[in-house]
Structures are given as structure tokens and as C-alpha cells.
């Protein structure tokens, strides 16, 4: 299987962010090199709005990731609801 990623700054609203991915996706795996944090998953990765805003105690919206991430591996599907990596394969 092929995995994406998702490396985020590592700020304090990515560590809500990587807190929701791991609730969410619960295979998910979270690495912390320097300055960064790294999520890998096998296949898809979904970050939803609502996770999010729920730990964060306001709304998030999906898009304001961007103001947080580095770089992504994979397809990319967002909405107001969720931001979602995937391979098809």
C-alpha cells in the first residue's frame, strides 16, 4: 500500500491539528524531527472540521491547515467540512 503525509510546522494549532488527526485516524503515525511534525497513514488521511473545532473550543476552517503545512504527499479532497489526503492506488 502506498502511504501519504502531511508535515506540519510545529506550532501550537498543529498539535491540536495532529491531536484530532490521531482521534480520527487512529492508524496514523505521528513523528516529531525538528521544527516539524510528520503524519503518515496507509492510503488516506482525513482531518475533519469538526474534530478540530471541537479541540481547539472555536471554529477551524479546513483551509487554515495552510497556514500551518509544509508539504503533503498524495491526492488532496477539501471542503468546508474536511481536508482529506489520498492515493487511489
Known amino acids: 500500500m502506498s502511504k501519504v503525509f502531511l508535515a506540519l510546522q510545529d506550532v501550537d494549532e498543529s498539535r ?4 484530532a488527526i490521531k482521534k480520527d485516524n487512529p492508524e496514523a503515525e505521528v513523528e516529531y524531527p525538528p521544527a ?3 503524519i503518515t497513514a496507509e492510503k488516506k488521511l482525513v482531518i475533519k ?3 478540530v473545532s471541537e479541540l ?4 477551524w476552517d479546513p483551509q ?6 509544509i ?13 482529506t489526503i489520498y492515493w487511489n492506488n
Open 16 to 19: 491540536i491539528i495532529v491531536e
Open 36 to 38: 516539524m511534525i510528520r
Open 49 to 51: 472540521r469538526e474534530t
Open 56 to 59: 481547539l473550543g472555536m471554529d
Open 64 to 69: 487554515d491547515i495552510q497556514l500551518v503545512m
Open 71 to 83: 508539504s503533503f504527499g498524495g491526492n488532496l479532497d477539501e471542503d468546508e467540512d474536511h481536508f
